[in-house]
């Protein structure tokens, strides 16, 4: 098998997964085998989605978490991105299951609109504020995690955000990503926007909204 892998965090709006075939400007790079994680657990997702799929649960490092296989993809449920630990049970789950190398699972990692838990109650900067520590500590996680794992080359950290959004602008967004240890972050140009459906956490429809893509490129 190929070592052109991928993961993604906080799985979970209308669109149920990430594109990660994705790269800056429209470009696309191809994934052979694909780890998605989730904070839900696999009973309140699949009453989301309605989507079928294979259970199984996975015992790593002493700690038992849910996982299933979906369209040929490996889904580990119950995972806090923000915890080094959680990820490094979601990258063994997925090689053992793939029988691949840690660092082609994590080389390229995919968010989409990673934000702030109870954000209708924070004030705007706040809330900014709220979402640069998110963002900061999950690069941090990753990190570790990546170490842990006994990887070496710096890793790909790929975010979907609009360069104007409210919760976190571009700017702030990107100083989150620094701090988090990125070496370099890029961004789509303004005018190479993509299209996602966005929904309420029950799994209801809303409207599309406009993203960009950015990219971090993290130290481990």
Known sequence: MSNNGAMSI???RYEYKVDVSLILNNGKRKKDFILRTCLDSYSLWKA???????????FIKGTLKEAAIIDNEV???GVDATKANDIV????????????????IIQDIYVKNLNSEGEDSILKQALVDANKNLYSNVCKAIRAAAAELGCSNSLNFWVFSNHTNIKIPKGSLHDALRQGGAESVASDAEENLHRF??????????PKFKTSLHLAVLKV
């Not at 979601?90 to 190398?101: D, E, I, Q």
């Open 10 to 12: 906080a799985e979970g």
């Open 48 to 58: 989301k989605y309605a989507k079928s799929g294979s259970p199984f649960q996975t």
């Open 75 to 77: 889904w580990v449920f």
């Open 89 to 104: 049970i979601a990258v063994k789950t997925a090689m053992n299951y793939f029988r691949v190398s840690a660092e082609s």
């Open 197 to 206: 459906y966005v929904g309420s956490n029950s799994g209801g429809r809303g």
